[in-house]
């Protein structure tokens, strides 16, 4: 398939798939952002991906050398907010590291939440190395992994936050966007 854009070291083909550096990743562009971030912005939806983010996912793709879903609405699933979020969804916190393009939540039909983070946790190093600086607490993110790129005060350490609350997006805020 074609090139159809190119952007940071990231490139996208026709066919949605996305390219680190020229190699294909494991992921696609209609998996990393909204249908209604696509559907207004087709294959320049490339511009919502952080490239250093999607690295990120890549490895950790990797580590776990299994199939993982981020956004499944591409092929008919209901998963819609767990890439990119623009600020016309109120799905999720308001400063949502998924605002900023550094978060991304992912699942693995063969291994679930609570494995995941437990191999995230025993191998704190490798994960920091390659990105990640926080996961979200399980009793919040019951049956998908949280992983974000927000600075810490931690050296080769992963945070486990739990969020203070959801702070939804009001109505009025949203309208004057
Ligand atoms: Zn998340």
Not at 25 to 52: A, M, P
């Amino acid at each position: 398939m074609g090139i159809v854009r190119k952007h940071n070291g990231i490139s996208l083909d026709a066919s949605h798939r996305l390219y680190i550096d020229g190699v294909r990743s494991n992921f696609w562009i209609t998996e990393l952002v909204s249908k209604k971030t696509f559907l207004n912005h087709g294959f320049n939806s490339i511009y919502f991906v952080d490239y250093e983010a999607l690295l990120m996912l890549q490895k950790i793709r990797g580590f776990f050398g299994k199939p993982m879903t981020v956004n499944d609405w591409w092929s008919g699933g209901h998963l819609n907010q767990r890439g990119y979020r623009s600020d016309l969804t109120t799905v999720g916190a308001k400063n949502s590291q998924h605002r900023y393009r550094l978060a991304y939540d992912f699942s693995m039909k063969s291994l679930s939440a609570d494995k995941i983070r437990e191999a995230i946790l025993a191998n704190q190093p490798f994960f920091y190395k390659i990105g990640v600086r926080r996961i979200e607490h399980g009793d919040y993110a019951p049956t998908w992994c949280h992983v974000d790129m927000k600075d810490t005060q931690l050296h080769n350490a992963i945070y486990v936050f739990k969020p203070r609350r959801t702070t939804q997006i009001s109505q009025e805020e949203r309208w004057s966007i």
